[in-house]
Nanobody, 123 residues
């Protein structure tokens, strides 16, 4: 069974940090671009960050630049999203997605999607 599984979400205070993980099973991530998306209640899904299979190319949306870092460990078949200086507006369900193409600004059709992990930033 081919799937992506996110983990690492939770409740954190403003200014805090979380690290999300996206683990693949049933296939290897080496040849896949991995993207993180998020969707807050009542809002459209937003592309947060994406990274190429070789890690040579990455992109992050302006609102998270300098705070979020995407990385991958192909040996562990896992991609990470380190989130620092979290703010209430970062509250959302975070999803990872995989595709063989690197889409501009991470926007495109993705072959695989995870189920999502909730991130809540609140005092």
């Amino acid at each position: 069974q081919l799937q992506l599984v996110e983990s690492g979400g939770g409740l954190v205070q403003p200014g805090g940090s979380l690290r999300l993980s996206c683990a693949a099973s049933g296939f290897t991530l080496d040849d896949y671009v991995i993207a993180w998306f998020r969707q807050a209640p009542g809002k459209e899904r937003e592309a947060v960050s994406c990274i190429s299979g070789s890690s040579r190319i990455s992109y992050s949306t302006d609102s998270v630049k300098g705070r979020f870092t995407i990385s991958r460990d192909n040996a562990k078949n896992t991609v990470y999203l380190q989130m620092n200086s979290l703010q209430p507006e970062d509250t959302a369900v975070y999803y990872c997605a995989a595709d063989r193409s690197f889409w501009a600004r991470c926007l495109g059709e993705y072959e695989y999607w995870g189920q999502g992990t909730q991130v809540t930033v609140s005092s």
